[in-house]
């Protein structure tokens, strides 16, 4: 069986009861980022083998987990944070593992872009996860540009590298619309910025950015 486990995305507390029995359980724990996972294993008494498996090395090491599998193991899938598959690896070593008749199953937890959406105060009942969008500034604008016409709350990830200049796009983009940044969500220190795009903007110019940030921006008004 291959599990994709969800973990916390800040407080380590924010983990079911099931997820810590399969990791306790399970054979192998494949870990985005072993060091990262293995805080989280400490911290609930967990000892067992890790594999790194991230967006550097999923290519060359899919077939090797998969022939685990085939040969009767059972394997949780890890990630830095959240839910396997969402902007993180697992969508190729699900394929693989089907594509071998080796059964899968999700144990469902945290995930930023919904915790974000339901705090954000903006519409939640019907929503676009965009993901991370492209580095550079004109991709990133026609990115952007796929969702101007969209009357659904649209969901971001970005770095704090390309935070500044992914707002001032946005901004070209959308014009002024409502928008929520999230970040260290569920941690001592959570913080939300709401306002519009051009009030975000003017409050990150005097901001220290760090840690990765969930962005949500209001749809196109049906008026």
């Known amino acids: 069986m291959l599990y994709l486990?969800?973990?916390?995305?800040g407080n380590l507390g924010d983990i079911t009861y099931r997820a810590v029995e399969i990791l306790k359980n399970v054979d192998l724990i494949i870990s985005e980022d072993t060091r990262k996972t293995s805080i989280l294993l400490k911290y609930y008494g967990i000892s067992k083998p890790q594999l790194a498996y991230n967006n550097f090395n999923e290519h060359?090491?899919?077939?090797?987990?998969?022939?685990r599998l085939v040969n009767g193991d059972n394997i949780a899938l890890?990630?830095?944070?959240?839910?396997?598959?969402?902007s993180d690896p697992g969508y190729l070593l699900v394929h693989a593992a089907l594509n071998s008749e080796i059964s899968v199953t999700a144990i469902p937890g945290a995930n930023a872009a919904v915790t974000a959406l339901i705090i954000s105060d903006l519409p939640a009942h019907s929503f676009t996860f965009r993901g991370?969008?492209?580095h550079k500034s004109g991709p990133r604008k026609r990115f952007l540009s796929l969702d101007v016409e969209s009357p659904h709350t649209q969901i971001y990830y970005e770095s704090p590298y390309?935070?500044?200049?992914?707002?001032?796009?946005?901004?070209?983009?959308?014009?002024?619309?409502?928008?929520?940044?999230a970040n260290d969500l569920t941690k001592k220190f959570e913080t939300l910025y709401r306002g519009s795009l051009e009030e975000v903007i003017e409050k990150f110019n005097s901001e220290i950015i760090r840690g990765e940030y969930t962005i949500v921006i209001e749809g196109k008004s049906e008026d």
Request: aromatic share 6%; hydrophobic share 50%; proline share 9%.
């Open 132 to 134: 991370f969008p492209p």
């Open 162 to 181: 390309r935070l500044q200049v992914f707002l001032k796009d946005a901004l070209a983009i959308f014009g002024n619309r409502k928008i929520v940044i």
């Open 60 to 67: 060359s090491m899919t077939a090797k987990i998969v022939e």
């Open 78 to 86: 890890v990630t830095n944070a959240g839910t396997p598959g969402i």
């Open 5 to 9: 486990v969800s973990t916390p995305i």
